[in-house]
């Protein structure tokens, strides 16, 4: 079984890229989409994460990351969606821009690591982006089911554990006609897997996520990502936001 990859865009977050790309580029002004991963194929309707529930749209945000930014059911509608046509919902994580539409999707199983559901009701205090009241509706509803390792979802989708970012961080392995595709479980851009020269001669295969629980985990559990799959899509990679489907 084999799916296209849709990426859409429904945030972004304006910050330091040292936010993103550890010991490296502080002080550099940086612009990330945040997506809404469509999977489209099979007899489920799949998603990975949900995005922002008001992202800011403005044409300075979207010139800086190349691609148009989505309300949740404007970007659904894109492929005749609508939120309660949701069957499937895969977490990378659980901090508040990848989780705030779940509640919209009320047919949806929404699958996370038992380490997400945990942390977000008793967030370390370092970790503000954990926020209880988008997770609370659809755990009460019985929506959730927590995971405990790699899982195989569907025929072609399997999630993978990659505690890079958060404990309980699932990348998600996708067969495509182009090859296995690993959504990371981890906020990154290309340049954390794929690092400059300046850095490579560091003798650094990687650069860390700048926001993670452990700074060597991290880079070892990055550097294993790079080994899961025939492609690799970082999280908040601007490069996607201009795409239909990705990898290219």
Not at 106 to 114: G, T, W
Not at 125 to 132: G, M, V
Not at 226 to 233: F, G, R, S, V, Y
Request: charged content about 25%; proline content about 6%.
């Amino acid at each position: 079984m084999t799916y296209i990859i849709h990426p859409i865009v429904m945030g972004t977050k304006v910050f330091d890229k040292g936010m993103m790309t550890y010991q490296h580029d502080y002080g550099t002004p940086y612009t990330i989409p945040i997506y809404c991963w469509y999977l489209e194929g099979g007899d489920k309707k799949i998603l990975v994460d949900t995005g922002e529930m008001r992202p800011v749209v403005s044409e300075e945000r979207e010139k800086a990351i190349g691609g148009k930014i989505y309300s949740f059911e404007e970007g659904l509608a894109k492929y005749g969606l609508a939120p309660e046509d949701i069957d499937i919902i895969l977490h990378t994580h659980l901090h508040n821009d990848h989780c705030e539409n779940d509640a919209k999707c009320v047919n949806a199983k929404i699958y996370a690591h038992e380490k997400e559901l945990s942390r977000i009701h008793d967030p370390h205090p370092l970790d503000f982006r954990y926020l209880e009241d988008y997770i609370e509706e659809v755990e009460e509803n019985g929506q959730v089911v927590a995971l405990t390792g790699d899982t195989e979802i569907a025929p072609g989708i399997t999630m993978i554990h990659t505690p890079a970012h958060t404990e309980g961080g699932m990348s998600v392995r996708v067969e495509t006609d182009k090859g296995s595709v690993l959504i990371c479980g981890f906020c990154t851009i290309l340049e954390n897997l794929y690092p400059p020269k300046a850095v490579t001669a560091m003798e650094m295969e990687v650069i860390p996520p700048g926001t993670h629980v452990n700074a060597y985990e991290a880079y070892e559990t990055l550097v294993r990502a790079k080994t899961l799959a025939d492609h690799i899509l970082p999280l908040h990679e601007p490069k996607w936001a201009g795409m239909e489907s990705v990898p290219e």
